[in-house]
Nanobody, 126 residues
Framework: QVQLVESGGGLVQAGGSLRLSCAAS????????MGWFRQAPGKERDIVAHITSGGRTNYADSVKGRFTISRDNAKNTVYLQMSELKPEDTAVYYC????????????????????WGQGTQVTVSS
């Protein structure tokens, strides 16, 4: 069983930056596709970005050019660098992983992942 633990959330002013980290347990991280999702109060959990085991990345339109997903397989960690933060980025951010070979579309949905972290709160003040 893979465990994922997020960190790095907090309160930041609009225009600021944060870097989220997600540390994974086990020896399969380098074969996992990883994603970052977010969920605001009363809304669905939506994809923010994903990175495949091969390093290919994809982003939601709302964060393109502002957020960067990356991974360090030696550290079993995936990162989400967030810049130019806006109040509408406020949400609980979750990382997720899957070992299953998948399509681009599947990696954009919550159902495309098998493992989830507990989430970390990001609050952007105006």
């Amino acid at each position: 069983q893979v465990q994922l633990v997020e960190s790095g959330g907090g309160l930041v002013q609009a225009g600021g930056s944060l870097r989220l980290s997600c540390a994974a347990s086990g020896r399969t991280f380098n074969r996992q596709h990883m994603g970052w999702f977010r969920q605001a109060p009363g809304k669905e959990r939506d994809i923010v970005a994903h990175i495949t085991s091969g390093g290919r990345t994809n982003y939601a339109d709302s964060v393109k050019g502002r957020f960067t997903i990356s991974r360090d397989n030696a550290k079993n960690t995936v990162y989400l660098q967030m810049s130019e933060l806006k109040p509408e980025d406020t949400a609980v951010y979750y990382c997720a992983g899957t070992l299953v070979s998948s399509t681009l579309q599947a990696l954009g949905r919550t159902t495309g992942y098998d493992y989830w972290g507990q989430g970390t709160q990001v609050t952007v003040s105006s």
